[in-house]
């Protein structure tokens, strides 16, 4: 009978693949000699260790334990005791994992994510769920435990898989307990570090962590076991924060409106663009000009066309969400421009034909002459949100452009025409008459806004180019660079 109760151990404990000859090696000064000579044994004893690692790494001592009295055939009460505790922890553990990780899985759907989002990591738990697995046989778990049980020799055993040494003998003048809860901290602190370096933004190995978490899920605050150290942050928390970045689980066609952030990274940055052109538009209002006479003339000056040639802009995106959904980042751009009025031409704004004293007839016009005007700087701050991408690369977002110039427009007025002195009854030659030319300048103060929608593309990495759909009619074109911070 026990030789049967032991294949049907070994048999059904055979769960994970083995890490080869290394785990042996472990804990050759535990194994029984037959075990580590015996190719037929060995491997299912290297599965069943690396699977009640996983498990609970406590565990490992009664596995090793029941192997040793067994193997040395020193059969009894004490073999079946140990083998009988094995089994009913092993199953009881393993009930525990499965109830919790079905915990997990309705605590990851109450999550405030996007579906796609709870989707991937539904997905990643699930794939930690044995939804079936077969009971070893045991008996009531309430026999207690075995003869000559040694907390700190469990200890040690965990210790040890922890470890990976192959030198480690067991030291009975240590203290193993407190050696392996070090351990078990080192790893919990581990953990801490990707979840505030993902809470960061950083870069972290999200491959090391998938593989780390399914190591190490008895470390979790609420866990299924107990009597260990746990991190302080239940499993949930942590894959949501460390597992879930732009570009790695959002094909093309989950969201209507997904989040989008150039190059792959859900994270702040700074950025520095070009614009060109950069639209500027400015309305120069209407001036007015007083002779010496006291006589007021209206005239304007150049149109609303005011382009610049280009602007140089500072950039940067504040994330507002860790899925991609709308509204999830805010971009602002900082722009600046030159500008100067380039109209050289003449043109009249008053034609003058009256009597301007009893005996004197005026006749000619008023002219202004716009020159090119000092640089002056041109001022924008543009920000933007996503609302939804197409492709991996090209996203759409909309936004506001608030414009603020400020200007001095240096112009001349000259006035020129015939005056001759009005005697009806005698011709009198006309007298010519050039005025001196007054130097003025319209100061033009202005603050516009305007809807926008834009167009951003991720080249590489760190390239962005743009296309903006100002809502005056206007269109921009951009090529920025972006440092992840």
Do not use: C
């Not at 026999?143 to 990976?164: C, E, H, I, K, S």
């Not at 005011?306 to 971009?331: D, I, K, M, N, Q």
């Amino acid at each position: 009978m026990k030789r049967v109760l032991f294949i049907l151990n070994v048999i059904m404990l055979l769960v994970v693949a083995g890490s080869g000859q290394q785990i042996l090696d472990v804990f050759k000064h535990e194994l029984p000699e037959k075990i580590l000579k015996n190719k037929r044994f060995s491997p299912e004893v290297e599965k069943n260790i690396l699977e009640y690692g996983r498990l609970d790494p406590r565990i490992i001592y009664f596995y090793l334990e029941y192997l040793r009295v067994k193997f040395d055939k020193k059969t009894g009460d004490r073999e079946n005791a140990f083998l009988w505790y094995l089994n009913d922890r092993v199953n009881e553990t393993r009930r525990l994992r499965s109830k919790w990780l079905h915990k997990v899985l309705q605590e990851i759907k109450d999550l405030d994510l996007g579906e796609n989002a709870k989707t991937r990591l539904l997905e990643y738990v699930q794939g930690l769920i044995r939804e079936r697995f077969d009971m070893l046989p045991s008996r009531n778990r309430n026999d207690g435990q075995p003869p000559g049980y040694d907390v700190n020799r469990r200890d040690y055993m965990a210790y040890l898989y922890f470890t990976q040494s192959a030198t480690e003998k067991y030291d009975a003048g240590k203290n193993y307990t407190r050696l392996a809860d070090s351990l078990y901290r080192q790893e919990i602190g581990r953990f801490a570090g990707w979840y505030e370096k993902a809470r960061e933004k950083q870069d972290i190995d999200r491959d090391k962590i998938k593989a780390a978490v399914s190591e190490m899920l008895y470390l979790f605050k609420g866990s299924y076991v107990s009597g260990l150290p746990a991190t302080p942050f239940g499993l949930p928390s942590f894959l949501s924060s460390t597992l879930i970045a732009p570009g790695d689980w959002f094909p093309f066609s989950d969201m209507l409106l997904p989040f989008f952030s150039p190059g792959g990274r859900q994270r702040s940055d700074l950025l520095i663009s070009m614009q060109v052109p950069a639209i500027n538009r400015m309305t120069v209002p209407g001036q007015t000009y007083t002779d010496t006479r006291g006589d007021s003339y209206d005239y304007t000056l150049s149109d609303d066309q005011t382009y610049a040639e280009f602007s140089v802009g500072l950039g940067y995106t504040l994330p507002l969400r860790r899925e991609r959904s709308l509204f999830s980042y805010l971009r602002s751009f900082v722009r600046f421009s030159r500008k100067q009025f380039t109209s050289g031409e003449e043109k009249i704004f008053e034609e003058v034909s009256k009597f301007v004293y009893p005996d004197y007839w005026v006749k000619g016009a008023y002219y202004v002459q716009q020159k090119k005007s000092k640089y002056f700087i041109m001022t924008q701050l543009e920000l933007s949100t996503p609302l939804f991408f197409l492709g991996d690369n090209l996203a759409l977002e909309i936004g506001g452009l608030f414009h603020y110039s400020k200007a001095r427009i240096p112009h001349r007025i000259f006035y020129d025409g015939t005056v001759k002195i009005y005697n009806p009854n005698a011709e009198v030659d006309p007298i010519y008459t050039d005025s001196r030319p007054v130097d003025l300048e319209a100061g033009v103060s202005q603050f516009m806004a305007w809807p926008l929608i834009s167009a951003k593309y991720s080249i590489l990495d760190y390239m962005l180019i743009n296309v903006d759909y100002i809502f005056n009619g206007e269109i921009q074109y951009g090529l920025g660079m972006r440092w992840p911070l």
